[in-house]
């Protein structure tokens, strides 16, 4: 199935959580927040939020920045 | 002693939503030349507050955290920077509560890419879906007092004017405007957001009232950001002193300060 992360179209194999996700892009879980279909969805509910064909997800982290 | 004035010298220390900050300056993470120096920058500035940007991760390379770089006793400040729209701000502070588990947010909705002006409608209409969702909303606005007082109406936990265009360093381009949110609105936190550009400058909105400094470039793009962390630190001292102290009034004319008799003849 093809799930958008940060608007790039990827390929990926159902089942999918959104951990399983996380785990194969191999990003740190630590200090990242994902959003589903422009809605945030909590750390603990990855595991339970099953990914769905055309999908947008957003995976943002922290940079610098100051205004 | 106005009463404006007398309202905020009982207290001491950089109140937030019922947080106490002993530094009044709150500093960025952005533009410097490398981390020790942005570190050293931090230090040397003694800011307890430091704004963050939220960005989308990167896929194609590994990335190391941003946030492993800060002192861990700093309080992270997420900002909206770089959202143009009410809807994109909120998703962002939203995601950054989520990732830090801190409702403090430094709202910014930009109107404008060449002057990065705040639209002020986006900010606003922000700023009351924020709050409702229980978020400790610091808006980046123009220096307005209308617009202040609907922030403030709104629930806002500070407001923050800005001196001049981010980033340009121009200093406080309308003291006046300042001195009239301090005094129409005594009981706010106003905190002076963007366009400071060396220590006069912060020292400047210190003297017109504000409760605090926050600043990126004049820091990060100094020679040498450390020593210009110290200036800062030492400028709203400074400056908040003279506030607390009460300026003399501005006279066209000389006033002598020795005595008019007794001169020889």
Same mark, same amino acid.
């Given at each position: ?24 892009? &191999? ?5 990242? =927040? +994902?959003? %589903?279909?422009?809605? +945030? ?27 | ?23 009044? !300056? ?17 230090? =040397? ?44 701000? +909120? ?20 109107? &404008? ?12 209409? =922000? ?15 123009? &220096?307005? !007092? ?6 403030? &109406? ?30 129409? %609105? ?12 060396? =220590? ?12 605090? +400094? ?52």
């Amino acid at each position: 199935m093809r799930i958008y992360v940060n608007g790039d179209a990827r390929e990926f194999s159902s089942p999918l959580s959104l951990a399983d996700l996380i785990a194969q892009l &191999d990003l740190p879980p630590a200090r990242i =927040a +994902v959003e %589903l279909n422009r809605g +945030v969805v909590r750390r603990s509910d990855w595991s339970n939020t099953e990914l769905r064909d055309d999908d947008q997800i957003e995976i943002v982290h922290f940079v610098g920045g100051g205004s | 002693m106005s009463t404006a004035r007398k309202e905020k010298v009982s207290g001491e220390g950089l109140i937030i939503a019922g947080r106490v900050f002993n530094s009044r !300056l709150i500093i960025g993470t952005g533009k410097y030349r490398s981390y020790e120096e942005m570190r050293a920058a931090h230090t =040397a500035s003694g800011a307890e507050m430091v704004t963050v940007a939220v960005r989308r991760v990167p896929l194609d390379r590994s990335t190391e955290s941003f946030l492993d770089h800060l002192d861990p006793a700093l309080q992270i400040l997420p900002n909206t920077a770089g959202c143009y729209s009410s809807e994109d701000a +909120v998703r962002t502070a939203r995601l950054a509560r989520e990732a830090l588990q801190t409702d403090l947010i430094k709202l910014e909705v930009i109107g &404008d890419q060449t002057t990065l002006f705040p639209d002020n409608e986006q900010t606003l209409e =922000a700023a009351r879906i924020l709050v409702k969702e229980g978020f400790v909303v610091l808006p980046y606005f123009n &220096d307005d !007092l209308i617009m202040a007082k609907k922030l403030m &109406d709104i629930g806002c936990a500070a407001i923050m004017p800005l001196a001049a265009p981010i980033g340009s360093g121009l200093g406080v381009q309308n003291p006046a405007n300042l001195r009239i949110m301090r005094e129409q %609105l005594p009981e706010a936190t106003i905190i002076v957001d963007a366009g400071v550009g060396t =220590a006069s400058d912060a020292a400047i909105a210190m003297e017109l009232g504000a409760d605090g +400094v926050l600043m990126n470039t004049a820091i990060a793009e100094a020679e040498d950001p450390a020593k210009m962390g110290t200036a800062m630190k030492l400028a709203i001292q400074a400056g908040r002193l003279a506030y607390v102290a009460g300026r003399m009034p501005k006279r066209l004319y000389a006033s002598a300060s020795s005595p008019l008799t007794g001169v020889i003849k």
